[in-house]
Nanobody, 125 residues
């Protein structure tokens, strides 16, 4: 099991940018597929992005394509979510998740992911 701590959330005006970070400890980070999820009130949790262990494969949900970028630095045990052109509908608690194995399982078997505590992102119009 890996421990995950997110940071970088906060308030931002629509059209602005924000970068989230998630630092992992307690495991071999390079063996973990990583992902970012978000959840806003009244909505189901959504897998926004995910990235394979080497960073060679990434997945983006349609609503963030061209605006958000996931990346990782295995030397720093950190995964990032760079967000540009933020919209009010991006307002949510953003969670970092990790797991061993294929990155698609982050979404298909999310109940067994390792999770961070979440960081709030609020986009004001």
């Amino acid at each position: 099991q890996v421990q995950l701590v997110e940071s970088g959330g906060g308030w931002v005006q629509a059209g602005g940018s924000r970068r989230l970070s998630c630092v992992a400890s307690g495991g071999t980070f390079s063996m973990y597929a990583m992902g970012w999820f978000r959840q806003s009130p009244g909505k189901e949790r959504e897998n926004v992005e995910r990235i394979s262990q080497s960073g060679g494969f990434t997945y983006y949900t349609d609503s963030v394509k061209g605006r958000f970028t996931i990346s990782r630095d295995n030397a720093k045990n950190t995964v990032y979510l760079q967000m540009h052109s933020l919209r009010p509908e991006d307002t949510a608690v953003y969670y970092c998740a990790g797991r061993l194995g294929v990155s698609s399982a982050l979404e298909s078997d999310s109940a067994t992911n390792d999770w961070g505590q979440g960081t709030q992102v609020t986009v004001s119009s």
